[in-house]
Structures are given as structure tokens and as C-alpha cells.
């Protein structure tokens, strides 16, 4: 995305800005973002809202998840012409957007559906990707930049007994016991900004400072651990290194203080471990009100600029 374009549609250009809110199940899909001959998150709802609109839409993403992460509360933006938006109603007396959840869930499913020569598990993926809601956004908002914070999910069952067949694509099976207490030990020493290239995959020209808000393990009554991790934004694979390398410290192969070393090195070598991603969810994005929007866009984007450079 270019840093440099408004965080809103320009008034002059007439533009009305759309935001959706959708949930998927990352495993058939190769990640978020585009990429040219995989099946994608971003590339199938684009495919379906060109259908739509009868022209490519790009999407702006709240958060782009890897490989076969999950997500219940991701958050997307688009721009279309006020003609374009009138006429998913197709001349009902409906909202639009009402008639832009019904129908691209419809055309998802063909999209998704029925996929030839693709491996017999993936062959029918309708209702890998649905639509939440959608409708107009507040002037200001930026799905990327206005965001607050993103809060992801991780589960792991560290007990042969909890290893539930029925959740094996959601849950790690961990093969040693692990201490919550020793992990939320570990986890309270590297919270607030800081720069995480211990536990990123620097992208060019991007920071790896980051505001670590929240980082937590609790074990369920059903035995079940889940990971709480939140933060303003976060570096390409950031979470899963973190949670990678606090198994380490669960299973008492490092000390609690490992992760704050580890931390402070500020390199990413050998040691630098990710936990799979099947059991990962982008559970919830969060924005400030309506008329802090903009403000807060407009700051991200000059603080991700100032970082980078």
C-alpha cells in the first residue's frame, strides 16, 4: 500500500468508502495477501466483489495473516463510486450493503466451490470466507491505519488427554506439559515498545517497533490452553515467534527471562523459533470513535514512515 495516499478517499473524487467485517478459515488458503496462481483470502473476496462491481476492487486489510492463520474479527476497506454502491441494490428498495453481504456471500461460495484439481480436502471450500457486515465508513477510517490494537488467539493442548480430533485444526498438540504461570512470567518482562526483530521477519523498508498491549496464557476448564496476544500492530510472523519461543520457557528449557534477552539481542537467528499456524485467529480489531479516526490514520502512518526510516 502507498504510505502516501489519503486516509480517506479525496472529497473531490466523489469516492464512498466501504468496510466489511469477515471471518475465515485460513487453512486451504496460501495467506492474506495476493499472490499470483495460490488460492488467497484477499484474491478470492476481491474475485467476488469484481463480480460485483464489474471492475477489480482492491482491498485494505486490518491485519494480513499468514498461511493458514485463521481470523473471526478481521476488517477490510474499499472505495467505490456512489453509482457503484446504489447499484448493488440492483434497483430494490433495499440498503446496499445489506444486498452486498447477501449477495457476495453467494458468489463466494461459487468462487470457492467446486475447485478442480485441487487437493480433495480444498475441492469444495464454500464457507471458508464469510461476510459479517458491511457499509459505509465514517469519513476517516482506514482499516490499516486507524486501527488501535489487534488482539490474536492461540490454543494448545499440552496434555495427550486433551489432543481432541474434532479441534485438531484449531489447537496445537504439544507433546510436553507446559506452566502457565512460568509463561505469563515470561510474557509480563517483554510488554510495551519495543523493537521485536527477535521475533519478526523484518519486511524492506518496515519497522519492527511495536507496542506490545497484552500477553497472556490461561488454561480453560477444559485443560485446553489459549494465548491472549495483543498489540497496535505486529511484524510479519511476530506472534508466532513469540509463541515459539515461550514454549521454550514452558517446558522450562530457558528461564522466564529468556524472552526479555532475547528481546533485548535484537536479532533474528537460529534460535528464532514459529509455532505452527493452524491453531492461530485474529480474533478482534479495535478503532477509536468516529471522530478520531482520521487523526489516528493520519498518525499511524507518519509514525510506521519515522520508524522505517
Avoid at 64 to 74: C, E, F, L, M
Avoid at 76 to 104: M, T
Avoid at 113 to 121: E, I, K
Avoid at 166 to 179: C, E, F, G, P, V
Amino acid at each position: 500500500m502507498n504510505s502516501r495516499k489519503p486516509a480517506v478517499p479525496n472529497p473531490d473524487s466523489g469516492l464512498l468508502r466501504v468496510r466489511m467485517d469477515l471471518a475465515y478459515d485460513g487453512g486451504a488458503f496460501s495467506g492474506w495477501a495476493t499472490q499470483p496462481g495460490l488460492l488467497t483470502v484477499q484474491g478470492a473476496v476481491e474475485e467476488g466483489l469484481a463480480t460485483l462491481v464489474r471492475r477489480p476492487v482492491r482491498l485494505t486489510v486490518a491485519g494480513r495473516t499468514d498461511a493458514g492463520v485463521h481470523a473471526r474479527g478481521q476488517v477490510v476497506h474499499f472505495d467505490v463510486e456512489p453509482g457503484e454502491w446504489e447499484a448493488l441494490a440492483r434497483g430494490r428498495d433495499i440498503d446496499p450493503a445489506d444486498s452486498l453481504v447477501r449477495r457476495l456471500r453467494g458468489v463466494l461460495a461459487k468462487v470457492l466451490g467446486g475447485r478442480v484439481g485441487a487437493p480433495v480436502p480444498y475441492r469444495d471450500l464454500a464457507g471458508a470466507i464469510e461476510v459479517h457486515t458491511a457499509g459505509l465508513a465514517p469519513e476517516g477510517f482506514d482499516a490499516r491505519f486507524s486501527a488501535l490494537w489487534r488482539r490474536y488467539s492461540y490454543r494448545i493442548a499440552d496434555r495427550p488427554r486433551n489432543w481432541d480430533p474434532l479441534t485438531r485444526n484449531i489447537t496445537l498438540w504439544h507433546k510436553h506439559a507446559l506452566d502457565v504461570e512460568v509463561l505469563n512470567e515470561a510474557g509480563s518482562k517483554i510488554l510495551g515498545v519495543n523493537d521485536y526483530l527477535s521475533f519478526c521477519k523484518p519486511r524492506e523498508f518496515s519497522t519492527t517497533i511495536r507496542e506490545l498491549q497484552h500477553f497472556e496464557f490461561c488454561r480453560g476448564e477444559d485443560g485446553v490452553i489459549t494465548a491472549s496476544v495483543q498489540a497496535d500492530a505486529f511484524c510479519h510472523n511476530m506472534v508466532r515467534a513469540l509463541i515459539g519461543a515461550s514454549l521454550m520457557v514452558g517446558t522450562g528449557e530457558h528461564e522466564p527471562a529468556w524472552l526479555a534477552e532475547r528481546l533485548a539481542a535484537k536479532v533474528r537467528d537460529s534460535k528464532t523459533k514459529l509455532a505452527p499456524p493452524h491453531p492461530l485467529v485474529l480474533e478482534e480489531v479495535a478503532y477509536p470513535p468516529v471522530s478520531s479516526l482520521l487523526e489516528r490514520a493520519e498518525q499511524t502512518r507518519a509514525k510506521r514512515t519515522e520508524d522505517a526510516e
